[in-house]
């Protein structure tokens, strides 16, 4: 064994030259081979040394046999052994690639290319690749920006009309846009005007019995609790006469006090829950009493969101309004300095020939910069002109206008403002389809102070009533909003009835007032049964009470390509409107937005002028 090195020296390593105790064992050299399997388990050092040290002919104690294997093979422990064992003193085969020399590698550099396959095969890969991560990083965001399809809020809160993934679930109860007892063959319709197949976008079929409607207790109807003093009836409405039975909506009218009036009646509707913007609507109806006795008032029908039927102050101002213009149309009288005189003459009889008590559009497109308006504005900076229109699918009657004697029909109308010369609109031959003028006359009320109606009276199927018949028959009306080739049609015992198209409500020059489009407010349903002498003789002698109206289903259609559903659509917004006057939408004792609700009208620049 060495000795440690002395104190203070420097550390070196040493090759160990002490023999190895594998040197003690004498190496084992049989003379007579054995079977593989035959031998008995062998040294690894004792083999290793025989098959390299030792020759078969050669006697092994002639043989220079190593101490150990690790001898042979292990390099020196000393650091200064290890480098001075690889250092070569000549020229090594590799030499010549860290030498470059210009005049051997001038030729190889002259006629080098960078256009070999090679390299535009690489070329062509990184540019693949470059165009593959500006598509995925750039491209795709800028595509999708342009081709994104907007998401609807289909009335509802959120994204799809429930939640913010765009998933309608299958809510229990039956409570989906589309009725789930709807038949799969009334899930498409073919329209009326064009015949086009439509698709269904909403649906009731009221075959749940016991449903009610007070407020929260369905997604999409509510019923009222009020008096519809605006046309001096003569019931109260309370819940309480609405509900299902037998598969059908019923609401009754019956002999019952309520609120100090002798009646008790219904209505709901879909007022700022669901609502549409053009396409059809079908109602299937048993309409209430008898087909020859007078003094009944049922109704189905539709108004712009912005105004909420049965609470005044939300009307004023509103209905019957569909203008888009800035004149002396949106004026309070159609007036401005008792101009023009045309306005002041040939009106309503009954109100010393005036042709208009309105208020004065109240979101018309006068409005100055600035005042409350729910938008949105024209590219010239103008506010839309904003109301609540009306559309009648139907207002049942016995006898009257365009119904001679006592037999039963329908009035199907629409409201306008504001009004023409006489409230006379053009109901030329282009713009006045009757299909069957035996069936269908026109009204021969045409407006008064307060409204302008297109109005045609057609008879119905004389055994759809409850007692007269108890059969069933479907009503409706298809329209498509707007100007120039826009129109509203009404149906009748499942038949086109008539159809005024818009250029009937052109403009009129006698009272210097511009076009009126059909409606293009989100409008909603309202369906309701009551009575009032404003409507027309009350025959209490022969009615009979209860009676009831019954619809069986209501359906709405919509054209592919062109749904349009919600109260709150981007062009033409309602929501924040209707939250910032709540209390003009859920109070139905403020009957007038000034005096009762105490709020200011937007200033007209025609009017008021514009600070």
Known sequence: MVPPPPANTQRRYYQNVAPSSTSLLTPQIHEEPRAAFSQGPRSLRTSASSASLCPQKQDASSVSVPSSISEKYVLPLDPDAMSRSHILDGPEPDDSLHNPDPRRDRKGDRSGSIFTTRGLMNLGCISILVAGIVALFAGYPIISFFMRHPLSTLGGFNL???????????????????????????????????????????????????????PGDDPYWEAVDLHYWQTNNLEWY???????????LEITLSAKENHNLNF?????????????????????????????????????????????????????????????????????????????????????????????????????????????HPGPVHENGDYVGRS?????????????????????????????????????????????????PTKSQLNSYRGGAFQQATSVVTMTNQQAYEFSGGEYSVYGFQYKPGFGDAYIAWIADGQLAWMVRQPGLAADNIVEISDRPVPQEPMYLIMNLGMSKNFG????????????????????????????????????PTQAYINEYMEAYTNPLLTTWVDDFKQTVPKNRLVDGCD
């Open 160 to 214: 799809g009309g429930v939640n913010a993934t765009g998933q309608i679930p299958d809510m229990p109860g039956n409570w989906g846009l589309i009725d789930l007892d709807t038949p799969e063959e009334a899930r498409t319709k073919v329209d009326y005007v064009t015949g086009k197949t439509w698709d269904l976008v909403f649906s009731d079929e009221f075959n749940v019995d016991g449903r009610t409607f007070y």
């Open 238 to 248: 309370d819940p309480e006469a609405i509900m299902t039975r037998n598969g059908s």
């Open 388 to 436: 609540a229109p009306e559309i009648d699918m139907f207002e049942a009657q016995v006898g009257g206008s365009g119904a001679p004697g006592k037999v039963g029909a329908v009035s199907q109308s629409a409201q306008w403002g504001p009004f023409n010369h006489n409230y006379q609109w053009l109901n030329t031959s282009d713009n006045l389809v009757i299909t069957d």
């Open 537 to 572: 003789t009350v025959d209490f002698d022969h009615l009979r009470f209860p009676s009831t109206l019954r619809v069986d289903y209501i359906r709405v259609y919509q054209e592919p390509g062109s749904h349009n559903i919600g109260c709150d659509p981007d062009d033409f």
């Open 264 to 372: 008790t009646g219904g209505m709901m509707s879909t007022w700022n829950k669901f609502c549409f913007t053009g396409g059809l609507v079908e109602a299937r109806v048993m309409l209430p009493g008898f087909n020859n006795v007078q003094g009944l008032w049922p109704a189905i029908w539709a108004m712009g969101n912005l105004g909420r039927a049965g609470y005044g102050a939300s009307l004023e101002g509103m209905w019957p309004y569909t203008y888009d213009a800035c004149d002396v149309g949106t004026a309070p009288n159609q007036t401005i300095n008792g101009q023009p005189i045309a306005a002041t003459v040939n009106g309503d009889e009954g109100n010393g020939g005036v042709l208009s008590f309105l208020p004065g559009q109240r979101l018309s497109r006068c409005t100055c910069p600035g005042e409350s």
